[in-house]
T-cell receptor, first 111, second 115 residues
Framework: QKEVEQNSGPLSVPEGAIASLNCTYS??????FFWYRQYSGKSPELIMF????GDKEDGRFTAQLNKASQYVSLLIRDSQPSDSATYLC???????????FGTGTQLKVEL | DGGITQSPKYLFRKEGQNVTLSCEQN?????MYWYRQDPGQGLRLIYY???????QKGDIAEGYSVSREKKESFPLTVTSAQKNPTAFYLC??????????????FGPGTRLTVL
């Protein structure tokens, strides 16, 4: 069964620190990896995606992918209270556009 | 103003009732999806459609039905056969084209409660 695993948290970090969110996946055929942010009671919004091994940076966010270890992570630099949300990892396997989602990690950025 | 709309925002269902959730997109996307989210859980795929007049069951299709008569619309019916329908329902779509073939964008969601 194709699975995507995330630590449910909550992960608490002080304001200004780096938050590190992790995700592992079981299907070695997975090709595309996505991070979504979901505020309480709202729908998920895309933060960024990554296809290739290595790092991809977008502003304060960096996605890291290691296909050999079947591991994808999201780093949030200079964390702000507005970053407090649940972060969903999603994985797509080639041949279709379906996504498999993890259960999400709740991030709390404390003043 | 392009995007995905879902209606209603809140919906209450009595036992034994069928209810239909609306999802419309004006992004010219080919593929559309319905997910269910329970408290503290991730998203689970109910049904998806990659082209008009065609759709496939997802992981939890029992008790649900869909139609895809128009590219812009993908309504979901929650039937009385769905024994535990109280959840947050999310509709998503993507283009299926090269570049960002898999990126899905979500509507605002419908919160369904069984009375």
């Amino acid at each position: 069964q194709k699975e995507v695993e995330q630590n449910s948290g909550p992960l608490s970090v002080p304001e200004g620190a780096i938050a590190s969110l992790n995700c592992t996946y079981s299907d070695r055929g997975s090709q595309s990896f996505f991070w979504y942010r979901q505020y309480s009671g709202k729908s998920p919004e895309l933060i960024m995606f990554i296809y290739s091994n290595g790092d991809k940076e977008d502003g304060r966010f960096t996605a890291q992918l290691n296909k050999a270890s079947q591991y994808v992570s999201l780093l949030i630099r200079d964390s702000q209270p507005s970053d407090s949300a649940t972060y969903l990892c999603a994985v797509s396997t080639g041949g279709g556009n379906k996504l498999t989602f993890g259960t999400g990690t709740q991030l709390k950025v404390e003043l | 103003d392009g995007g995905i709309t879902q209606s209603p925002k809140y919906l209450f269902r009595k036992e034994g009732q069928n209810v239909t959730l609306s999802c419309e997109q004006n992004l010219n996307h080919d593929a559309m999806y319905w997910y269910r989210q329970d408290p503290g859980q991730g998203l689970r795929l109910i049904y998806y459609s990659q082209i008009v007049n065609d759709f496939q069951k997802g992981d939890i299709a029992e008790g649900y039905s869909v139609s895809r008569e128009k590219k812009e619309s993908f309504p979901l019916t929650v039937t009385s056969a769905q024994k535990n329908p109280t959840a947050f329902y999310l509709c998503a779509s993507n283009s299926g084209t090269s570049g960002n073939p898999d990126t899905q964008y979500f509507g605002p969601g419908t919160r369904l409660t069984v009375l």
